[in-house]
């Protein structure tokens, strides 16, 4: 569990992350969804939903995240909801995993959030933090640490998620207001999302997207089928 300051330090980095994200073209950023070469999921392939390493936070009056265990489990469960509901999408799967089955897989999902957060600062937002020897390219990989995962389930593709997702508390909104009348802003929640789709033969990261908004809310059934509806926007069809 992060600490109080590494949590502010985090949020500020985010935060200007965020700002600098939403001024790239839409359609510059969809380009770089895809790796070279890559269009499309074979017909006979199958793959594997990762279930999402997801937490969410309330936001205190002084702007410090606060880990809410209740909310997260409410938004795994309209998650794994909203995942169902795209299954004609996602196509023929091979395994389910269980929460034991995370336990085992924890460090496999800790590596895709590192990476996934590796291609949002270099690739997604690109400008000065894109690295040269990318070519401008989605050419990230998980390497082998995905075997295990390939072996347990048999799938060729390995979808994850990581979510963080904040909403402003009653303090924070009351400061937001007050602070306006001085002509001073203060952000509020913030929705936070990636979603990388892995071949497991070789642990290349084939499709990518990001969710990086002020709107949003995974506590309710609603709203969290929009956020997975949009995640998975321009997710690769079988051919």
Do not use: C
Request: charged share 20%; proline share 4%; no cysteine.
């Amino acid at each position: 569990m992060l600490t109080m300051k590494a949590h502010l330090a985090r949020s500020m980095v985010l935060a200007v992350a965020t700002v600098v994200f939403f001024a790239v073209p839409a359609a510059h950023a969809q380009s770089r969804n895809l790796a070279p070469g890559f269009v499309n999921r074979p017909v006979a392939s199958k793959i594997v939903v990762v279930p999402p390493d997801m937490e969410l936070f309330s936001i205190s009056a002084g702007g410090v995240q606060e880990p809410k265990a209740d909310w997260t489990q409410a938004a795994q469960t309209h998650f794994k909801s909203g995942l169902a509901a795209q299954s004609k999408m996602l196509g023929q799967t091979a395994a389910d995993l269980t929460e034991r089955d995370m336990d085992e897989f924890a460090q496999i999902n800790a590596l895709h959030g590192a990476v996934a957060e590796s291609v949002f600062l270099h690739h997604m937002l690109g400008n000065a933090l894109k690295l040269p020897t990318k070519n401008d390219q989605l050419d990230w990989s998980m390497g082998d640490a995905v075997k295990p995962l390939r072996d347990k389930t048999g799938a060729d593709y390995a979808v994850f998620f990581w979510v963080r997702d904040s909403y402003a508390s009653s303090e924070r909104k009351a400061a937001m207001v007050a602070l306006a009348l001085l002509g001073v802003g203060i952000t509020g929640g913030t929705q936070i999302a990636y979603a990388s789709l892995v071949d497991l033969r070789n642990g290349r990261v084939v499709w990518f997207n990001v969710l990086r908004r002020a709107s949003g809310d995974l506590r309710e059934a609603a709203p969290a089928l929009e956020t997975v509806d949009a995640l998975l926007k321009g997710f690769p069809a079988l051919q």
